[in-house]
């Protein structure tokens, strides 16, 4: 299987809990809250607001 050029990227994906990609200035590593920073519900599924990582990016600059 072939990508294409276009769909190809460096960035990580994103989860839908981050609200930016790691390394973005003013942006840091968070406990999700959807979780509690486990990764799973209580259901034993994994959290989709995290991926399953249990970290959510989130602007930490204020203004």
Do not use: F, H, W, Y
């Not at 990609?21 to 920073?37: H, I, K, M, N, R």
């Amino acid at each position: 299987m072939t990508i294409p050029p276009e769909k190809i990227t460096s960035e990580p994906p994103l989860n839908p809990g981050d609200e930016a990609t790691p390394g973005t200035p003013g942006a840091a590593e968070d406990l999700c809250e959807a979780c509690g920073g486990k990764g799973k519900l209580a259901n034993g599924s994994a959290c989709a607001q995290c991926g399953g990582t249990g970290r959510v990016m989130r602007g930490i600059g204020g203004g």
